[in-house]
């Protein structure tokens, strides 16, 4: 069906975000006071510099709604069950969060600057060697000039080895072939790629550009962060600091957990969990799609990580604490205990 | 590496028929069968997916609005005041 779309199209988010990338790249300077102002430089000289910066900021929104949307399409239909395509789709999706990550500080505003300051000071929660490791990642004693140069590095670094992985996501998926709705084998009901899945993934293809292109030129800024439009400024903390939409549901398991090291294992684990998944499948069955006990608990995780979404971008203030803490605790119950009780009491 | 046409299966006694693409319409009883079509899928999932989605605006709007109340000072705080 349709859901089987995002693999090509998350190919296709990866190769805009380089071609855009690269061109950026032509007239960024990576340095803390020439970052911001190199920024404003490409949106307002630079031949059509407005649109590749465009839709390289809203490239990346759309690389993670594909990427969410391909990873529950995965849940939903047990194609977890390819275990080394799954959990190196996993490995990808860490690599995009980490280049999402030090992308948004590339452009050096407040949010940039903060949000950096933010999430690199949780590594100093790592025991003994915490502080250490903190400073050797900044390049100093502070998110600086150090940082700035090396995270530019890593971002344009980080694309390609996100190309190599998906080279590898691929070599397994291409073991056993793709999945199907209805979770049965397939080997004696081939068709070719070409003209089927060409002109099915060229859809998907035009389709989602028309909604980067709709988003660029009529809202470029529904997703993103005023702050970010002033330059970034070690004297002066913005009152609410909060990361792109796509991390905010990591955001508001990070802040429901009250001790910084408790906080930063949440939010990693609330990746890593997707890692056993398969060893807790304990359906008969692959798929949800004659599965309605685990149907409903799959739309209540969707509803779950709207809710803790929402709760990534509010203070941290009466009654949002409670209901985040809430949202997380349900968050890993339905992934450990819930689903796996569901297939049980199904079969 | 990885599966080769020719080399995927063995099925037998399946027969499969078909019908040239000029003896049949194109999209039969599209709207007919199509609408009642499209009702029976939405009933038959309605009552999975509609309650998280009722349950996350319900946590959603009883949160802003307690947090709102939250904002607002309360009359009998200051009842004693002179």
């Known amino acids: 069906s349709g859901v089987w779309n995002f693999g090509s199209l998350l190919g296709l988010c990866l190769i805009t975000q380089i ?11 990576s340095d803390i006071s020439t970052g911001f102002s190199s920024v404003t430089h490409i949106w307002r000289d630079v031949n059509y510099g407005w649109l590749i910066r465009n839709l390289h900021g809203n490239g990346a929104s759309f690389f993670f709604i594909c990427i969410y949307m391909d990873i529950g399409r995965g849940l939903y239909y047990g194609s977890y069950l390819y275990k080394e395509t799954w959990n190196i789709g996993v490995v990808l999706l860490l690599l995009v969060m980490m280049t999402a990550f030090v992308g948004y500080v590339v452009p050096w505003g407040q949010m940039s600057f903060w949000g950096g300051t933010v999430i690199t000071n949780l590594l100093s929660g790592v025991p003994y ?3 250490t490791l903190v400073q050797w990642i900044w390049g100093g004693f502070s998110v600086d000039n150090g940082t700035l140069t090396r ?4 971002h344009f670094l980080l694309a390609f080895v996100i190309g190599g992985g998906t080279v590898v996501h691929l070599l397994f998926l291409h073991e056993t072939g793709s999945n199907n709705p209805g979770g049965v084998n397939s080997d004696g009901d081939k068709i070719s790629f070409h003209p089927y899945f060409s002109y099915k993934d060229l859809l998907g293809f035009v389709i989602m550009l028309l909604g980067l292109t709709s988003l660029g030129v009529f809202s470029p800024n529904l997703v993103g962060d005023p702050e970010n439009f002033t330059p970034g400024n070690p004297l002066v903390t913005p009152p609410h600091i909060q990361p792109e939409w796509y991390f905010l549901f990591g955001y508001g398991i990070l802040r429901s957990i009250p001790n910084k090291v408790g906080g930063v294992l949440g939010l990693l684990f609330s990746i890593l969990v997707l890692m056993v998944v398969a060893i807790l499948h304990t359906s008969k069955q692959r798929g949800l799609t004659f599965r309605p006990v685990t149907q409903f608990l799959f739309w209540t995780l969707v509803g779950d990580m709207i809710i803790l979404t929402w709760i990534g971008g509010m203070p941290v203030e009466h009654p949002y604490i409670i209901i985040g803490q809430i949202g997380s605790v349900l968050y890993f119950g339905l992934f450990l205990v819930l689903v796996p009780l569901g297939g049980w009491v199904e079969n | 590496m990885g599966r080769h046409f020719g080399d995927l299966a063995k099925i037998r006694h399946v027969i499969t028929y078909s019908i040239s693409p000029f003896e049949q319409r194109a999209f039969p009883n599209y709207f007919s069968k199509g609408i009642p079509n499209v009702w029976r899928r939405f009933k038959s999932s309605v009552f999975k997916v509609a309650p998280p989605m009722i349950l996350m605006y319900l946590t959603y709007t009883w949160g802003n609005h307690v947090h709102e109340q939250g ?3 309360n009359p009998a705080d200051y ?4």
């Open chain 2, 79 to 82: 009842e004693k005041d002179q």
């Open chain 2, 71 to 73: 904002k607002r000072k």
């Open chain 1, 19 to 29: 071609l855009t990338g690269v061109f950026l790249g032509m007239d960024y300077t």
């Open chain 1, 151 to 154: 995270f530019f590095t890593f």
């Open chain 1, 129 to 131: 060697m915490g502080d």
